[in-house]
């Protein structure tokens, strides 16, 4: 039997007619994934199946963040004007329409008893909103910048928020107040998880750590090594075995007492945006562009516990409250036999205040639920409320495909393109790809012991003569090349030694002036990544002295120096293409406008700067793969100067 893949992508489709923004998995089945769009549209899928299910219309902007219900039978959208929709899914209708943030929904969560939504937005809040009354009953407030992340406990008492300000806290929706602050992470904290059992939240952020607290004392349990990227989602295994992250073209899985690595992959998924567990199947989803695409890690094939996992047997007498077996304290999920008006009034509430302006129509005429595929619709979603005799259908997993030693399949040209071929000359490889396994642009030759001239036979017919060569000369010969490796290296330190210490003395400018001055792309490389997640530190006067650094980092043939200026270059022109466009078209008239001036030098100095990048990035637009895309997405942001 033919040896089968731990990890493979399903499945990659168009998912919405424009891009994609957003999009979230059912953590009940495993089996239902659910996309928001620039379209305005949320969108739901079966994995697996290529055609959309239902396609819910409504939002009068871009959707921007999505979530399913507990059971799978809601969905809740918030889009960038700052309003929630909450769609039944059975019934195919809209529940409630809410209004409140001043700014794009950034995470969703539902309560785990249902009746509640918690949403947290750019505009640094985090709002607690009852469904059956329609409106917010609670405003927490304490980040300083964008909510990432917000999750409730298994429990329902507590709220957990991950903000963009570095910082993760913790609020009690009977208190209605902070009871923690957790500073440790350097970086945005992009994600956080309840243990569905324990007493143990985990956090993951841009500073590429995974971290786990204890919530008794709400002190650090353990914290991972820097990983190859920053954290972008993670997930309790729903036994609570183990902890999967996600992260750039890679899994993880995690340990926590001690806190441990126990296994890797290397999915080539891009940007994971979640992740979720069907039966023995862990199943990630990502977005590019218009595409969604499907990832499948078989479980059966992972290591998911390590020697060391359970610090202390289960305890022989009962306590209260209940225990684990690792003696953390567990909570307590079964409902509290109370209706759902006593389970409000537990919460604190606020005064409702007027809700902020909103383009969103007061009516539900215009919230459409379209079925584009009844067959699915009603096994996936309308097959939940039948009472069935028989057992439910176990769902099969996905079956892996075979192993294959190549990464691509050899293409089999027709009689006319082999002669083409032949008579063509044969062009090297232009571009180095990120993930090769193998060193770019090194004779490993050079490496090895050179053969003495006298060994090489005057016959070319008879095979040279090899001399034998002592151990010493061997290690030698290595030691050469593993010497100039170290030197390089070397130099490398010292250059982000000497940006640093500029950097941290307060002056970014003359540290970014010093990294252009070394004239090395490795050295500009690492310093851009840095700035790539610090969107608030670039400046016009940056722009200026950095433009030429991503021009030549575009013209590189690594794939990844040139996915590093791609993102640079997105920033700039996300951030700076409207002003340079205004200051380029109106130069200052008359009169004695100082700031006015220079801003419009720095504009002109950048614009120049982008002209000659745009032909630059006009002749790679036609290139195959993720890269090819990047550029053409460029193409069009910098056309949008001419506009």
């Known amino acids: 039997m033919a040896a089968t893949k731990r990890a493979w992508k399903l499945q990659e489709f168009v998912a919405h007619g424009s891009n994609v923004n957003c999009l979230a998995l059912g953590y009940k089945s495993g089996r239902v994934m659910v996309t928001g769009g620039e379209d305005k549209k949320v969108n739901m899928w079966a994995v697996g199946k290529p055609n959309c299910i239902m396609s819910l219309s409504g939002h009068t902007s871009p959707v921007d963040c999505v979530r399913f219900g507990n059971a799978e039978e809601l969905v809740v959208a918030g889009s960038r004007s700052g309003s929630l929709k909450i769609w039944d899914l059975e019934a195919a209708k809209i529940v409630r329409t809410l209004t409140g943030h001043k700014s794009n929904i950034r995470s969703l969560d539902f309560h785990p008893y249902g009746e509640f939504v918690a949403s947290g937005s750019m505009d640094t809040n985090i ?54 602050e957790f500073k440790d992470h350097t970086g945005p904290v992009t994600g956080v998880e309840f243990h569905p059992n324990e007493f143990l939240l985990a956090s993951g952020s841009a500073d590429r750590t995974v971290k786990f607290w204890d919530l008794e004392t709400f002190q650090l349990v353990s914290s991972t090594g ?72 078989d ?27 690792s003696g953390r304290r567990m909570f307590i999920t079964e409902r509290p036999p109370t209706s759902s008006t006593k389970k409000a009034s537990e919460m604190k509430t606020e005064p409702e205040e007027e809700p902020a302006p909103s383009n969103e129509p007061e009516d539900d005429s215009s919230n459409v639920a379209q079925i584009e595929n009844a067959e699915d619709y009603r096994e996936v979603f309308q097959g939940r409320a039948k009472i069935e005799r028989t057992p439910p259908r176990k769902l099969e997993p996905f079956p892996a495909p075979p192993e ?91 250059s982000l030694e000497i940006v640093r210490a500029l950097w941290t003395s307060g002056d970014i400018k003359t540290s970014v002036d010093s990294a252009v001055g070394m004239k090395d792309l490795a050295v500009m490389v690492d310093l851009l990544n840095v700035l790539i997640l610090k969107h608030s530190l670039w400046t016009l006067d940056l722009c200026t002295v950095l433009l030429p650094q991503i021009q030549e980092l575009l013209a590189s043939k690594y794939e990844g120096y040139c996915h590093t200026a791609c993102n640079a270059l997105k920033i700039i022109l996300r951030s ?53 895309s990047t550029f053409r997405e460029l193409q069009i942001m910098l056309n949008g ?3």
């Open 127 to 180: 709002k607690l909103w009852d469904v059956r009354r329609k409106g917010c009953i609670f405003t927490y407030k304490g980040h300083t910048d964008a909510v990432n992340c917000i999750r409730f406990s298994p429990d329902g008492r507590w709220i957990a928020s991950a903000g963009e300000d570095s910082s993760l806290k913790m609020w009690d929706l009977t208190a209605g107040k902070m009871i923690q």
């Open 226 to 297: 820097g990983e190859s990227g920053a954290v972008r989602c993670i997930f309790f295994h729903p036994e609570g075995k183990c902890l999967f992250g996600g992260s750039q073209d890679a899994l993880r899985v995690f340990a926590w007492e001690p806190g441990r690595c126990l296994d890797a992959f290397s999915m080539g998924w891009g940007k994971v945006a979640d992740i979720s567990v069907a039966s023995t199947q862990l199943i990630g989803a990502s977005f590019s562009q218009t595409n969604v695409s499907v990832y499948i890690v």
């Open 299 to 325: 479980l059966n094939r992972t290591q998911m516990t390590g020697p060391g996992m359970v610090s202390q047997p289960a305890p022989s007498e009962p306590v209260k409250p209940p225990m684990s077996a």
């Open 404 to 494: 294959d030693h190549s990464k691509t399949k050899p293409y089999k040209q027709p009689a006319k393109e082999q002669r083409a071929k032949q008579e063509a000359p044969v062009k090297p490889a232009t571009i180095v790809p990120a993930d090769r396994n193998k060193p770019a642009d090194l004779n490993m030759d050079e490496f090895l012991p050179k053969r003495p001239d006298s060994a090489v036979s005057a016959d070319p017919r008879r095979p040279p003569a090899v001399q034998e060569q002592s151990e010493e000369d061997v290690l030698t010969g290595l030691h050469k090349g593993h010497q100039s490796m170290c030197a390089v290296l070397g130099n490398r330190h010292r």
């Open 576 to 628: 700076f293409s409207s002003i340079i466009k205004t200051n380029v078209k109106a130069p200052p008239m008359g009169g004695v406008d100082i700031s006015r001036e220079e801003r419009y030098k720095k504009c002109k100095v950048c614009h120049g700067h982008l002209m000659s990048i745009r032909g630059l990035v006009e002749k790679k637009q036609s290139m195959s793969g993720k890269l090819g």
């Open 641 to 643: 100067l001419d506009d």
